[in-house]
């Protein structure tokens, strides 16, 4: 027993000087040293060591893994972000005042309009934490014969539109999910193409965890992008100088409508001008004290030829703009 003890003590010993004869490399000597700088972030989960993607003008960012890409390539599911601001929207055919109403709908957790061919079934309200989404599927477009295999969120942030959709290449789908295909020769050949009766059950199959691998996989691997998801708190309250931009019409007369443009106040009645006129905001009354600065307090004030009209904006949402007309009181109505 003792010459047991006697040679394992030697090996011990052996060991140490040989750790101290043959030093650490310059590697690890550099990887010991970052490590005990405090600069070294730990791998919490899987995700930590996906690829990231970031943009600064829309404030967001996501993480996305290797079996995804940001390019067309073969074989590989596609990522893309589609990011455009909320003032160029009217030149690419979108209403922006119907824009504003729908990131006042996101706002209160109601999905508002849809902008694709989306699955009706698909359609939800996704939370991002500090603000919500519109998800949703897109199964096909335009003609019968179209198949498209597009998870898709689209959010507003910092006055920007983002769209992210996670694309599955149709073969490696079709080919393995048939229960939900037919064959329409008159159309579209021997192609297969929707039975658009199941389309419906396919979504549920997947939403199930029940569908064929590849497009699981699809399935799945959007949802766990979308959880990586940071938005930064970077978005300002709008004021009341940018939310009373766009066209009002009065609720006791139709026929009266007023719109505001930049800083120009313009009145219509059954679509004649009646008057033009430049207005501003301000934090109180009356404006010809020389202390009182033109910013965006609640105040609307509109200086016409014939004199100075004053209000009090007693609301003033995406949606509708209640105004006291001062010094009278009586309230003006409008809905956008």
Known sequence: MNNKILFLIIVIIGLGLAGWYFPKSEVDLAELEFNNSGQAKAVEGETDLWQFYENKQAGFSLKYPYSVSMDEIDGNLLLTVEITKISDLDYLGFNKEEILKDIQSLKNGQYGNEYDWVLLTSKKVRSLGSLNGQEFMVLSRFEICDVTFERKLLFYHNDSRVIITLKEDKNNIIDNSSKYFIINEENCQTEKIWDFDKQDQFYQDLVNSEGFFTAQE????????????EIEDMEVSQTYSQLIQGTWKSLDDANSV????????????????????EFGFYDSLPISDISIKKNDGKYLVVETPEGVFEYEVMKLTFDSLYLIHLPRGNILKYQR
């Open 218 to 229: 699809w399935f799945d691997s959007f949802d766990e992008i979308i959880n990586t998801i």
């Open 258 to 277: 007023i719109e505001f443009k930049d800083s120009v106040k313009t009145d219509l009645y059954s679509g004649v001008e009646m008057d033009k006129s």
